[in-house]
């Protein structure tokens, strides 16, 4: 079973940035896929951005260019820089990792943006 803790969400004006941050319990180099998801209210959930053990990025097409996924493995967090916020990607912001055929949840962490 693998544990996730996102951190890094709050309010932030349009155009602004900000970083989420989700630490692991189990070696993010173990994992066989990373993703940030969200979920807006009346939405269904989606998946933002992955990366996979072989550092493979994908994105989805709303974000394009202003998010990028990454891992830092001094601190075995994946990590989401998010620039040019616009108001449309309000939403509860999770972590999900692929582990051992195994889909695993952080709590989420709610992201803000004002107009």
């Known amino acids: 079973q693998v544990q996730l803790v996102e951190s890094g969400g709050g309010l932030v004006q349009a155009g602004g940035s900000l970083r989420l941050s989700c630490a692991a319990s189990?070696?993010?180099?173990?994992?066989?896929?990373m993703d940030w998801c969200r979920q807006a209210p009346g939405k269904q959930r989606e998946v933002v951005a992955s990366?996979?053990?072989?550092?493979?990025?994908n994105y989805a097409d709303s974000v394009k260019g202003r998010f990028t996924i990454s891992r830092d493995s001094a601190k075995n967090t994946v990590d989401l820089q998010m620039n040019s916020l616009k108001p449309e990607d309000t939403a509860n912001y999770y972590c999900?990792?692929?582990?051992?055929?195994?889909?695993?949840w952080g709590q989420g962490t709610q992201v803000t943006v004002s107009s």
């Open positions: 999900r990792v692929r582990f051992k055929s195994a889909y695993y």
């Open positions: 189990e070696s993010i180099f173990n994992i066989n896929r």
């Open positions: 990366i996979d053990n072989a550092g493979t990025t």
